[in-house]
């Protein structure tokens, strides 16, 4: 039985700390394929005029057009490039929710994550996405420094 893995990725170099974890777990794990998820933070309570809403789907689909490009695509011909099996996703939401949905619908066997070292005084009291995944999430999540 095939074995998947969701990695949560954020452009930044703290996702590249948790693609390398998850490749090091796919070859220890053998049968594996990989999840490779970009969530744009949205929310859908902000509030809009009417020409911002009529143009809100275009915009939509051009930030997803730009992570595919310059994030997912890249991570999974990497994947590829060193015999893993792979797929991108990209959605819109809460970071925190949405990769536990991707996670859920894909029937992972786990998240995996990176702690970002961004942040600051707000994360703090707020919380992090990478705080809210580990609180809320449905399967385990393996969070990298």
Not at 43 to 68: D, G, L, Y
Not at 70 to 82: H, M, T
Not at 103 to 114: C, G, L, R, S
Request: aromatic content about 6%; charged content about 25%; hydrophobic content about 45%.
């Amino acid at each position: 039985m095939t074995t998947r893995l969701v990695v949560g990725l954020d452009g930044h170099a703290s996702g590249e700390r948790a693609l390398d974890f998850a490749i090091k777990q796919a070859r220890l794990i053998g049968d594996c394929d990989l999840v490779v998820a970009y969530v744009i933070e949205w929310s859908p309570f902000s509030f809009q005029t009417a020409e911002e809403n009529a143009q809100r789907h275009k915009r939509r689909e051009e930030e997803i057009s730009t992570v595919m490009s310059r994030v997912i695509d890249p991570a999974v011909n990497k994947l590829e490039g060193l015999g893993l099996k792979a797929v991108g996703k990209v959605r819109h939401g809460d970071v925190a929710d949405t990769l536990n949905a991707i996670a859920k619908e894909q029937k992972a066997a786990q998240i995996i994550v990176a702690r970002s070292s961004e942040g600051g005084f707000s994360s703090r009291i707020f919380g992090s996405s990478t705080f809210n995944l580990v609180k809320a999430a449905d399967l385990p999540v393996t969070v990298v420094q």
